[in-house]
């Protein structure tokens, strides 16, 4: 595999599943389901690091906020 769709795949889920998460909790918060405390470290961590560091993130936002 070339190291270069790897890093796209992993860029990916690095929005994904910071993403996913937030609608499970939802969820959770919907049906009274308790939040364990590592899910909002978590969380917390996956946003950070999508946002500094995901350079797919960076050129999306910026498209996004352009569009206009």
Request: net charge positive; with cysteine.
């Amino acid at each position: 595999m070339d190291i270069h769709k790897l890093i796209l795949y992993i860029n990916i889920l690095g929005i994904c599943f910071p993403v996913a998460l937030t609608y499970v909790m939802i969820i959770n918060i919907i049906f009274g389901i308790t939040i364990q405390p590592v899910s909002l470290v978590i969380l917390a961590l996956g946003y950070a690091v999508m946002i500094k560091h995901n350079m797919l993130f960076r050129e999306l936002w910026e498209k996004w906020k352009n569009r206009n």
